[in-house]
Protein backbone atom coordinates (compact mmCIF):
# COMPACT_ATOMS: atom_id res chain seq x y z
CA UNK A 1 0.00 0.00 0.00
CA UNK A 2 2.16 2.81 -1.15
CA UNK A 3 1.71 6.15 0.01
CA UNK A 4 4.57 8.81 -2.14
CA UNK A 5 4.82 11.97 -0.13
CA UNK A 6 6.63 14.78 -2.72
CA UNK A 7 7.75 17.88 -0.87
CA UNK A 8 9.52 21.49 -1.30
CA UNK A 9 13.15 21.31 0.20
CA UNK A 10 13.43 25.28 0.14
CA UNK A 11 11.07 27.97 0.05
CA UNK A 12 9.04 27.02 -2.48
CA UNK A 13 8.60 26.54 -6.13
CA UNK A 14 11.11 23.75 -6.91
CA UNK A 15 9.25 21.90 -9.26
CA UNK A 16 7.24 19.70 -7.44
CA UNK A 17 4.54 19.39 -10.43
CA UNK A 18 7.27 18.77 -12.88
CA UNK A 19 7.93 15.58 -10.55
CA UNK A 20 4.85 15.07 -10.16
CA UNK A 21 4.45 14.57 -13.94
CA UNK A 22 6.91 12.20 -14.07
CA UNK A 23 5.81 9.99 -11.63
CA UNK A 24 2.55 9.96 -14.29
CA UNK A 25 0.61 6.99 -14.99
CA UNK A 26 1.68 5.04 -11.87
CA UNK A 27 -0.50 7.07 -9.91
CA UNK A 28 -3.77 6.60 -9.30
CA UNK A 29 -4.60 9.37 -6.42
CA UNK A 30 -3.04 12.41 -5.97
CA UNK A 31 -4.00 14.73 -2.79
CA UNK A 32 -3.39 18.35 -1.76
CA UNK A 33 -2.69 18.06 2.24
CA UNK A 34 -2.36 21.76 3.09
CA UNK A 35 -2.30 25.46 1.54
CA UNK A 36 -4.80 27.06 -0.26
CA UNK A 37 -4.22 29.15 -3.60
CA UNK A 38 -1.25 30.95 -2.58
CA UNK A 39 0.43 28.00 -4.59
CA UNK A 40 0.88 28.18 -8.04
CA UNK A 41 2.45 25.69 -10.88
CA UNK A 42 2.57 25.74 -14.91
CA UNK A 43 1.27 22.69 -16.18
CA UNK A 44 0.87 21.95 -19.76
CA UNK A 45 -1.94 20.27 -20.58
CA UNK A 46 -2.58 17.00 -23.09
CA UNK A 47 -3.50 19.78 -25.99
CA UNK A 48 0.25 21.76 -25.04
CA UNK A 49 -0.95 24.41 -23.68
CA UNK A 50 0.42 26.10 -20.86
CA UNK A 51 -1.95 26.76 -17.94
CA UNK A 52 -1.52 27.87 -14.11
CA UNK A 53 -2.66 25.93 -11.66
CA UNK A 54 -3.01 27.16 -7.70
CA UNK A 55 -5.33 25.11 -5.89
CA UNK A 56 -5.68 21.68 -7.60
CA UNK A 57 -2.50 19.38 -7.07
CA UNK A 58 -0.60 19.58 -10.23
CA UNK A 59 -1.32 15.72 -10.44
CA UNK A 60 -5.05 17.17 -11.63
CA UNK A 61 -3.03 16.51 -15.54
CA UNK A 62 -2.48 12.73 -14.74
CA UNK A 63 -5.51 11.26 -16.66
CA UNK A 64 -6.35 8.32 -14.55
CA UNK A 65 -6.11 9.52 -10.78
CA UNK A 66 -8.89 10.85 -8.71
CA UNK A 67 -7.99 14.26 -7.77
CA UNK A 68 -8.08 14.97 -3.63
CA UNK A 69 -8.39 18.33 -1.77
CA UNK A 70 -7.22 16.81 1.58
CA UNK A 71 -9.02 18.10 5.08
CA UNK A 72 -5.74 20.34 5.61
CA UNK A 73 -6.35 22.39 2.79
CA UNK A 74 -7.95 25.83 3.38
CA UNK A 75 -10.36 26.01 -0.19
CA UNK A 76 -11.43 29.70 -2.25
CA UNK A 77 -14.54 28.14 -3.60
CA UNK A 78 -14.40 30.94 -6.06
CA UNK A 79 -10.79 30.07 -7.47
CA UNK A 80 -11.37 26.45 -7.17
CA UNK A 81 -14.64 26.70 -9.61
CA UNK A 82 -12.37 28.81 -12.50
CA UNK A 83 -9.85 26.00 -12.23
CA UNK A 84 -12.29 23.11 -12.77
CA UNK A 85 -14.22 25.04 -15.54
CA UNK A 86 -10.25 26.05 -16.65
CA UNK A 87 -9.85 22.87 -16.69
CA UNK A 88 -13.15 21.31 -18.09
CA UNK A 89 -12.43 23.73 -21.06
CA UNK A 90 -9.36 22.30 -21.88
CA UNK A 91 -10.87 18.96 -22.31
CA UNK A 92 -9.51 17.59 -18.54
CA UNK A 93 -11.81 15.28 -17.05
CA UNK A 94 -13.15 16.98 -13.45
CA UNK A 95 -15.28 14.66 -12.65
CA UNK A 96 -12.57 12.74 -11.15
CA UNK A 97 -12.26 15.53 -8.57
CA UNK A 98 -13.09 15.25 -4.13
CA UNK A 99 -12.77 17.27 -2.12
CA UNK A 100 -13.17 16.59 1.39
CA UNK A 101 -15.82 18.62 3.78
CA UNK A 102 -13.42 18.97 6.62
CA UNK A 103 -11.53 20.99 4.92
CA UNK A 104 -11.90 25.07 5.51
CA UNK A 105 -13.27 27.85 3.35
CA UNK A 106 -11.51 30.81 2.36
CA UNK A 107 -14.40 33.60 3.22
CA UNK A 108 -14.43 37.48 1.80
CA UNK A 109 -13.44 38.22 5.72
CA UNK A 110 -10.10 36.31 5.32
CA UNK A 111 -9.18 38.07 1.69
CA UNK A 112 -9.85 41.29 2.90
CA UNK A 113 -7.88 41.11 6.40
CA UNK A 114 -5.00 39.58 4.92
CA UNK A 115 -4.36 42.52 2.66
CA UNK A 116 -4.96 45.00 5.39
CA UNK A 117 -2.97 43.16 8.39
CA UNK A 118 -0.35 43.23 5.49
CA UNK A 119 -0.66 47.01 4.81
CA UNK A 120 -0.48 47.36 8.88
CA UNK A 121 2.67 45.80 9.70
CA UNK A 122 4.10 47.98 6.92
CA UNK A 123 8.37 46.96 6.75
CA UNK A 124 7.27 44.01 8.85
CA UNK A 125 5.21 42.58 6.45
CA UNK A 126 5.53 38.36 5.60
CA UNK A 127 5.15 39.83 2.02
CA UNK A 128 1.76 37.18 1.85
CA UNK A 129 0.09 36.11 -1.39
CA UNK A 130 -2.76 38.09 -0.11
CA UNK A 131 -5.26 35.05 -0.68
CA UNK A 132 -6.09 35.19 2.84
CA UNK A 133 -4.62 32.04 3.70
CA UNK A 134 -3.15 33.03 6.92
CA UNK A 135 -6.59 34.10 8.19
CA UNK A 136 -8.49 31.21 6.96
CA UNK A 137 -5.89 28.94 9.05
CA UNK A 138 -6.11 31.19 11.84
CA UNK A 139 -9.99 30.90 12.26
CA UNK A 140 -9.52 26.96 11.86
CA UNK A 141 -7.50 26.98 15.25
CA UNK A 142 -9.59 29.31 16.91
CA UNK A 143 -12.70 26.85 16.16
CA UNK A 144 -14.42 29.65 14.57
CA UNK A 145 -13.68 28.74 10.62
CA UNK A 146 -16.68 27.21 8.18
CA UNK A 147 -15.86 23.93 6.39
CA UNK A 148 -16.38 22.85 2.70
CA UNK A 149 -18.98 20.72 4.29
CA UNK A 150 -21.21 23.85 5.93
CA UNK A 151 -21.77 24.68 2.15
CA UNK A 152 -24.28 22.01 2.31
CA UNK A 153 -26.57 23.28 5.26
CA UNK A 154 -27.49 26.71 4.84
CA UNK A 155 -28.72 27.25 8.01
CA UNK A 156 -25.59 26.35 9.68
CA UNK A 157 -23.48 28.04 7.07
CA UNK A 158 -25.54 31.56 7.84
CA UNK A 159 -25.49 30.73 11.66
CA UNK A 160 -21.56 30.27 11.56
CA UNK A 161 -20.96 33.57 9.21
CA UNK A 162 -22.51 35.56 10.91
CA UNK A 163 -21.10 34.33 14.11
CA UNK A 164 -17.89 35.24 12.55
CA UNK A 165 -18.58 38.28 11.32
CA UNK A 166 -20.06 39.99 14.64
CA UNK A 167 -16.30 39.96 15.35
CA UNK A 168 -14.33 40.29 12.21
CA UNK A 169 -16.72 42.77 10.89
CA UNK A 170 -15.88 45.07 14.10
CA UNK A 171 -12.05 44.38 13.48
CA UNK A 172 -12.34 45.14 10.14
CA UNK A 173 -14.29 48.56 10.57
CA UNK A 174 -13.24 49.94 13.98
CA UNK A 175 -9.47 48.76 13.77
CA UNK A 176 -9.13 49.01 9.89
CA UNK A 177 -11.85 51.64 8.91
CA UNK A 178 -12.76 49.22 6.18
CA UNK A 179 -16.00 48.32 5.07
CA UNK A 180 -18.00 45.41 6.77
CA UNK A 181 -18.39 42.05 4.84
CA UNK A 182 -22.46 41.91 4.19
CA UNK A 183 -23.84 38.36 5.32
CA UNK A 184 -26.84 38.13 3.05
CA UNK A 185 -24.60 39.03 0.36
CA UNK A 186 -21.96 36.39 0.74
CA UNK A 187 -25.00 33.31 1.81
CA UNK A 188 -26.10 34.05 -1.85
CA UNK A 189 -22.53 33.98 -3.29
CA UNK A 190 -21.68 31.21 -1.63
CA UNK A 191 -24.61 29.07 -1.65
CA UNK A 192 -24.34 29.51 -5.59
CA UNK A 193 -20.81 27.92 -5.38
CA UNK A 194 -22.50 24.94 -3.24
CA UNK A 195 -24.88 24.22 -5.61
CA UNK A 196 -21.64 23.36 -8.23
CA UNK A 197 -19.69 22.06 -5.33
CA UNK A 198 -21.57 19.46 -4.23
CA UNK A 199 -20.88 16.30 -6.41
CA UNK A 200 -17.54 16.91 -5.59
CA UNK A 201 -17.80 16.74 -1.86
CA UNK A 202 -16.57 13.10 -0.05
CA UNK A 203 -15.64 11.66 2.53
CA UNK A 204 -12.13 11.73 1.36
CA UNK A 205 -10.31 9.77 4.29
CA UNK A 206 -12.08 6.60 3.58
CA UNK A 207 -11.74 6.70 0.13
CA UNK A 208 -7.66 6.96 0.68
CA UNK A 209 -7.73 4.01 3.35
CA UNK A 210 -9.35 1.97 0.93
CA UNK A 211 -7.68 3.16 -2.16
CA UNK A 212 -3.98 1.76 -0.01
CA UNK A 213 -6.04 -1.32 1.01
CA UNK A 214 -6.55 -2.01 -2.62
CA UNK A 215 -3.06 -1.27 -2.87
CA UNK A 216 -3.56 1.85 -5.32
CA UNK A 217 -0.54 4.17 -5.25
CA UNK A 218 -1.13 7.74 -3.65
CA UNK A 219 0.79 10.60 -4.11
CA UNK A 220 0.38 13.37 -1.73
CA UNK A 221 1.42 16.21 -3.33
CA UNK A 222 3.22 19.25 -1.33
CA UNK A 223 2.45 22.73 -1.60
CA UNK A 224 4.76 25.53 -0.37
CA UNK A 225 7.64 23.87 1.09
CA UNK A 226 9.48 22.76 4.49
CA UNK A 227 11.15 26.21 5.05
CA UNK A 228 8.04 27.88 4.97
CA UNK A 229 6.47 25.31 7.31
CA UNK A 230 4.40 26.79 10.48
CA UNK A 231 6.23 24.79 13.41
CA UNK A 232 9.38 24.33 11.20
CA UNK A 233 10.19 26.63 8.88
CA UNK A 234 11.10 30.48 9.20
CA UNK A 235 8.94 31.53 11.19
CA UNK A 236 7.02 34.56 11.13
CA UNK A 237 8.14 34.66 7.27
CA UNK A 238 6.36 31.11 6.72
CA UNK A 239 2.92 30.18 5.13
CA UNK A 240 0.13 29.06 7.80
CA UNK A 241 0.16 25.45 7.25
CA UNK A 242 2.28 22.09 7.66
CA UNK A 243 3.55 21.79 3.91
CA UNK A 244 6.26 19.02 5.40
CA UNK A 245 5.82 14.99 5.11
CA UNK A 246 4.39 15.18 8.48
CA UNK A 247 1.64 17.66 7.49
CA UNK A 248 0.54 15.18 4.88
CA UNK A 249 -0.64 12.40 6.97
CA UNK A 250 -2.76 15.43 9.11
CA UNK A 251 -3.47 17.00 6.02
CA UNK A 252 -4.93 13.95 4.23
CA UNK A 253 -5.88 11.93 7.07
CA UNK A 254 -3.83 8.66 6.56
CA UNK A 255 -1.57 6.97 8.59
CA UNK A 256 2.01 7.55 9.22
CA UNK A 257 3.01 3.59 8.49
CA UNK A 258 1.36 3.85 5.26
CA UNK A 259 3.98 6.45 3.46
CA UNK A 260 6.78 3.99 2.23
CA UNK A 261 8.60 7.15 0.13
CA UNK A 262 9.34 10.93 0.43
CA UNK A 263 10.39 12.40 -2.48
CA UNK A 264 12.21 16.29 -1.98
CA UNK A 265 13.07 18.61 -4.69
CA UNK A 266 15.06 21.10 -4.38
CA UNK A 267 16.21 23.40 -6.90
CA UNK A 268 20.39 23.40 -8.13
CA UNK A 269 20.29 26.93 -6.24
CA UNK A 270 17.48 28.71 -4.23
CA UNK A 271 14.97 30.92 -4.60
CA UNK A 272 12.36 32.88 -1.98
CA UNK A 273 9.55 34.85 -2.02
CA UNK A 274 8.66 37.49 0.33
CA UNK A 275 9.92 38.29 3.49
CA UNK A 276 13.14 36.68 5.65
CA UNK A 277 15.73 35.41 6.17
CA UNK A 278 17.66 33.58 3.03
CA UNK A 279 21.72 33.36 4.00
CA UNK A 280 22.39 32.60 0.75
CA UNK A 281 21.12 35.54 -0.92
CA UNK A 282 22.59 37.09 -3.80
CA UNK A 283 22.80 40.95 -4.46
CA UNK A 284 25.31 40.98 -7.67
CA UNK A 285 24.99 40.30 -11.33
CA UNK A 286 25.02 35.66 -10.40
CA UNK A 287 21.39 36.76 -8.66
CA UNK A 288 20.18 38.96 -11.64
CA UNK A 289 21.43 35.61 -14.33
CA UNK A 290 19.38 33.16 -11.60
CA UNK A 291 16.61 35.43 -12.10
CA UNK A 292 16.27 35.70 -15.84
CA UNK A 293 17.91 32.61 -16.89
CA UNK A 294 15.49 30.71 -14.47
CA UNK A 295 12.54 32.92 -15.11
CA UNK A 296 12.10 33.47 -11.03
CA UNK A 297 8.88 35.25 -11.13
CA UNK A 298 6.13 33.99 -9.20
CA UNK A 299 3.28 32.32 -10.72
CA UNK A 300 0.86 33.47 -8.01
CA UNK A 301 1.41 37.20 -7.43
CA UNK A 302 4.42 37.75 -10.55
CA UNK A 303 6.72 39.06 -7.70
CA UNK A 304 10.78 39.01 -8.51
CA UNK A 305 11.48 35.72 -6.68
CA UNK A 306 15.00 36.33 -4.44
CA UNK A 307 17.89 34.40 -5.81
CA UNK A 308 21.08 33.09 -4.03
CA UNK A 309 23.38 29.52 -4.27
CA UNK A 310 22.36 25.97 -2.86
CA UNK A 311 22.27 25.97 0.57
CA UNK A 312 23.22 22.50 1.73
CA UNK A 313 22.20 23.15 5.38
CA UNK A 314 18.78 23.88 4.29
CA UNK A 315 19.08 20.50 2.32
CA UNK A 316 20.51 18.38 5.06
CA UNK A 317 17.57 19.84 7.42
CA UNK A 318 14.71 19.34 5.14
CA UNK A 319 15.58 15.47 4.52
CA UNK A 320 16.33 15.07 8.03
CA UNK A 321 12.85 16.57 9.07
CA UNK A 322 11.26 15.23 6.16
CA UNK A 323 12.74 11.51 6.38
CA UNK A 324 13.49 12.00 2.43
CA UNK A 325 14.27 8.79 0.68
CA UNK A 326 14.69 10.97 -2.73
CA UNK A 327 16.10 14.22 -3.38
CA UNK A 328 15.44 15.70 -7.33
CA UNK A 329 17.58 18.30 -7.91
CA UNK A 330 16.53 20.42 -10.48
CA UNK A 331 17.00 23.47 -13.07
CA UNK A 332 20.76 22.79 -13.23
CA UNK A 333 20.78 24.37 -16.81
CA UNK A 334 20.39 27.21 -15.11
CA UNK A 335 23.53 27.72 -13.57
CA UNK A 336 25.15 26.95 -17.40
CA UNK A 337 27.69 29.85 -18.23
CA UNK A 338 28.34 30.87 -14.62
CA UNK A 339 32.22 31.15 -14.46
CA UNK A 340 32.10 29.50 -10.54
CA UNK A 341 28.59 27.61 -8.80
CA UNK A 342 29.34 28.47 -5.20
CA UNK A 343 28.02 25.70 -3.04
CA UNK A 344 26.98 26.89 0.73
CA UNK A 345 28.06 23.59 2.91
CA UNK A 346 28.01 25.61 6.31
CA UNK A 347 27.48 28.75 8.00
CA UNK A 348 29.89 30.56 10.05
CA UNK A 349 27.54 32.44 13.23
CA UNK A 350 29.32 34.55 15.61
CA UNK A 351 32.87 33.27 14.39
CA UNK A 352 31.62 29.28 14.93
CA UNK A 353 31.29 27.07 11.97
CA UNK A 354 28.07 24.81 12.19
CA UNK A 355 26.32 22.45 9.69
CA UNK A 356 22.90 22.62 11.02
CA UNK A 357 20.09 24.80 10.87
CA UNK A 358 20.42 27.11 14.55
CA UNK A 359 18.05 26.99 17.10
CA UNK A 360 17.39 30.97 17.18
CA UNK A 361 16.53 32.94 14.48
CA UNK A 362 18.59 35.44 15.36
CA UNK A 363 21.61 33.35 14.67
CA UNK A 364 20.12 32.13 11.11
CA UNK A 365 19.51 35.76 10.50
CA UNK A 366 23.15 36.03 11.38
CA UNK A 367 24.29 33.30 9.47
CA UNK A 368 27.17 33.62 6.84
CA UNK A 369 27.20 30.67 3.68
CA UNK A 370 30.60 29.13 3.93
CA UNK A 371 31.25 28.05 0.06
CA UNK A 372 32.76 25.72 -1.98
CA UNK A 373 33.52 27.00 -5.14
CA UNK A 374 33.52 24.93 -8.39
CA UNK A 375 34.30 25.55 -11.68
CA UNK A 376 31.29 25.98 -13.86
CA UNK A 377 30.21 24.61 -17.71
CA UNK A 378 29.13 27.00 -20.92
CA UNK A 379 27.75 23.41 -22.63
CA UNK A 380 23.90 23.46 -23.47
CA UNK A 381 22.47 20.52 -21.18
CA UNK A 382 18.98 21.41 -21.32
CA UNK A 383 18.66 17.87 -23.79
CA UNK A 384 20.68 16.00 -21.37
CA UNK A 385 18.56 12.72 -20.03
CA UNK A 386 21.29 10.73 -18.35
CA UNK A 387 24.38 11.60 -16.28
CA UNK A 388 26.74 10.38 -18.58
CA UNK A 389 25.64 13.53 -20.83
CA UNK A 390 26.55 16.08 -18.53
CA UNK A 391 29.92 18.28 -18.80
CA UNK A 392 32.46 16.95 -16.01
CA UNK A 393 31.83 20.15 -14.05
CA UNK A 394 28.06 19.95 -13.96
CA UNK A 395 28.59 16.68 -12.56
CA UNK A 396 30.74 17.08 -9.94
CA UNK A 397 28.61 20.29 -8.89
CA UNK A 398 26.01 17.56 -8.21
CA UNK A 399 28.72 14.65 -6.85
CA UNK A 400 29.24 17.14 -4.68
CA UNK A 401 25.70 17.66 -3.18
CA UNK A 402 25.07 13.82 -3.33
CA UNK A 403 28.59 14.34 -1.24
CA UNK A 404 27.01 16.22 1.91
CA UNK A 405 26.48 14.51 5.11
CA UNK A 406 22.87 13.26 5.69
CA UNK A 407 21.12 13.84 2.59
CA UNK A 408 19.72 10.24 0.92
P1 LIG B 1 4.40 26.75 -4.25
O1 LIG B 1 3.42 25.66 -4.01
C1 LIG B 1 6.68 30.21 -2.92
C2 LIG B 1 5.14 32.40 0.62
C3 LIG B 1 4.68 33.82 0.33
C4 LIG B 1 4.99 34.49 1.66
C5 LIG B 1 4.67 33.39 2.67
C6 LIG B 1 3.30 33.53 3.33
O2 LIG B 1 4.26 27.44 -5.58
O3 LIG B 1 5.80 26.32 -3.98
P2 LIG B 1 0.83 33.10 2.46
O4 LIG B 1 0.05 33.77 1.36
O5 LIG B 1 1.01 31.64 2.26
O6 LIG B 1 0.31 33.45 3.82
O7 LIG B 1 2.30 33.78 2.36
O8 LIG B 1 4.75 32.17 1.97
N1 LIG B 1 4.53 31.36 -0.23
C7 LIG B 1 5.15 30.76 -1.29
N2 LIG B 1 6.35 30.99 -1.86
N3 LIG B 1 5.91 29.22 -3.40
C8 LIG B 1 4.71 28.95 -2.82
O9 LIG B 1 3.97 27.89 -3.18
C9 LIG B 1 4.26 29.76 -1.74
N4 LIG B 1 3.15 29.81 -0.98
C10 LIG B 1 3.33 30.77 -0.06
O10 LIG B 1 5.40 34.39 -0.73
O11 LIG B 1 6.36 34.76 1.76
MG1 LIG C 1 4.90 29.29 -6.11
Redesign the pocket.
Known amino acids: MPAIVLI?AQ????G?GKVTDQLGERVDYVVRYS??N????TVITPDGQKYALHLMPSGALSPNAVIVIGNGVVVDPKVLLSEIDGLAERGVDVSRLRISGDAHLIMPHHRAL?RVVERYLGSSR??????G??PAYGDKVARMGIRVQDLLDPGILRKKLELALREKNQVLFKVYNRKAIDVDATIEEYLEYAERLRPYIAETRVMLWDALDRGDTVLLE????TM?DMDHGTYP?????N?TAGGACVGAGIPPTAITKVIAVSKAYT??????PFPTELFDDNGQHLRKVGHEY????G?E?RCGWFDAVVARYSCRLNGVTDLVITKLDVLTGLPTVPLCVGYEINGKRVDDMPMTQTDFHHATPIYEEHDGWWEDITKARTEAELPDNARRYIARIEEQPRLP
Not at 222 to 225: M, Y
Open positions: GWGDEKGGNAGHDIGTTGRIGGAQALFVTSSPTRVGSGGTTTRR
